[in-house]
């Protein structure tokens, strides 16, 4: 498989000259609930760039509103962020460390 070449979703749909008038309307204020709501309906929708099968949508605010955008696993993939925490586990205990150093510090606080 080849790497994949991260772009954000509005670089994907412009690239695609996705026609936003097209795509479905979404709430204003969209959350997470509404958005798990979607993917968990028994409904077969059309990735928005190609057309297969999608598995996961998001609301992109275009000029006209907010607007479903549905995409398959590759494109999905393409547009989300790369991974910016620790990659190593020191580095991951590192983190830990001070986490738990804030939490002390925040608790600390609480009950003085
Ligand atoms: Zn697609």
Redesign the pocket.
């Given at each position: 498989m080849d790497p994949i070449d991260h772009i954000t979703v509005d670089e994907l749909l412009a690239r695609h000259a996705v026609n936003p008038s097209r795509r479905e309307p979404a709430p204003s204020k969209a959350t997470g609930r509404h958005v798990s709501a979607r993917i968990r309906e028994p409904v077969a929708r059309p990735?928005?760039?190609?057309?297969?099968d999608y598995r996961s949508s998001s609301v992109v605010t275009f000029p006209g509103g907010p607007r479903w955008v549905d995409?398959?696993r590759?494109?999905m993939l393409a547009t989300m962020s790369p991974w910016r925490g620790p990659s190593t586990v020191e580095g991951i205990f590192s983190d830990l460390r001070k986490a738990a150093a804030e939490l002390a510090a925040e608790m600390g606080g609480l009950t003085r």
């Amino acid at each position: 498989m080849d790497p994949i070449d991260h772009i954000t979703v509005d670089e994907l749909l412009a690239r695609h000259a996705v026609n936003p008038s097209r795509r479905e309307p979404a709430p204003s204020k969209a959350t997470g609930r509404h958005v798990s709501a979607r993917i968990r309906e028994p409904v077969a929708r059309p990735c928005t760039v190609c057309g297969e099968d999608y598995r996961s949508s998001s609301v992109v605010t275009f000029p006209g509103g907010p607007r479903w955008v549905d995409l398959r696993r590759e494109h999905m993939l393409a547009t989300m962020s790369p991974w910016r925490g620790p990659s190593t586990v020191e580095g991951i205990f590192s983190d830990l460390r001070k986490a738990a150093a804030e939490l002390a510090a925040e608790m600390g606080g609480l009950t003085r």
